[in-house]
Structures are given as structure tokens and as C-alpha cells.
């Protein structure tokens, strides 16, 4: 027992997933104008709609332990709903966007080059890395006042 609070003490899995989620919304920004202005990046796996199921598979477990660890000593509602808002609408959207693009592989957001700000999903996504991040963020410093 004193393994697992020691995890939560450092909150490096907090700190991850920060790091996951600001990835995912750098990512549904940034990879479109990279795809315009280096086309050679339409190849790579960062445009292939498997990067989103890839990274779900990350932050799924990453923000679950987080928010369990923490929310074990806490129990604040905010930081449970934030997340759990978050990684419904992360989920649904990753979903969504596999069930479209069908065989091709190829990412619906970065698929629409510069115009990604038009697309609705890199909206819903940047909503549901703005939601982690603040359930994360919520946690981390009611973890470190709780001296978790």
C-alpha cells in the first residue's frame, strides 16, 4: 500500500497526463499546417488515425490511476466529473473519427489540411484535453495540499 501512495506522492502520473492531453491538442493544431507545409508529414504516423487510438490507449489508463489515486483521498467531485467528462467526449471522438475514415487510415482532422479549424472535432478535442488537463491540474494541487 505504501508502493501506491508513494506513486501518488510524486503525482508524476498527473504531470504524464498533462503532458498526453496538451500532446493531443498541439496535435489536432499543428499537424494540418505541418501537412501543408511539409507534405512528406502526411506519411508518418502522427497523421494516421491510429495516433488518436494510440494516444487514447495512453491517457485512458495514465488519467484513470491519477484520478482514482487521488480522488481516493480527496473525493472531490469536480476533479471526477472533469475527467470523466473528458474522457467520454475523448473516447466518443476517437470512436467517431475511426468509424469514418473507414479503410484508409488516414486521420479525418488532418485529412482537411489547413482548414482543421472548421472541423468540429479538433474543437471537441481540444475541449476534452482542456477538460483533463484541468481535472489534472485540480488534482495534482489537491493532492499536494492534502499532502497525498
Same mark, same amino acid.
Given at each position: 500500500m505504501d508502493k501506491i501512495e508513494n506513486i501518488n506522492n510524486n503525482n508524476w502520473l498527473d504531470k504524464i497526463a498533462i503532458f498526453l492531453s496538451a500532446t493531443c491538442a498541439v496535435h489536432c493544431l499543428l499537424t494540418p499546417v505541418l501537412i501543408i507545409a511539409l507534405p512528406i508529414v502526411?506519411?508518418?504516423f502522427f497523421?494516421?488515425?491510429?495516433?488518436?487510438l494510440w494516444m487514447l490507449y495512453l491517457v485512458l489508463p495514465t488519467t484513470g490511476l491519477a484520478i482514482f489515486l487521488g480522488c481516493k483521498k480527496?473525493?472531490?467531485k469536480v476533479v471526477i466529473s +472533469?475527467?470523466? +467528462?473528458g474522457l467520454l467526449i475523448l473516447t466518443g471522438s476517437t470512436i467517431y473519427q475511426l468509424i469514418?475514415?473507414?479503410d484508409s487510415g488516414e486521420c479525418v482532422i488532418c485529412a482537411?489540411?489547413?482548414h482543421s479549424l472548421n472541423n468540429p472535432l479538433v474543437w471537441i478535442?481540444? +475541449?476534452a484535453g482542456?477538460?483533463?488537463?484541468s481535472a489534472h491540474v485540480r488534482n495534482f494541487r489537491l493532492c499536494r495540499a492534502h499532502k497525498i
Open positions: 502526411s506519411t508518418t497523421a494516421n488515425a491510429n495516433f488518436h480527496h473525493k472531490d +472533469l475527467s470523466a +467528462l469514418i475514415q473507414g482537411t489540411g489547413g478535442n481540444i +475541449l482542456i477538460l483533463l488537463i
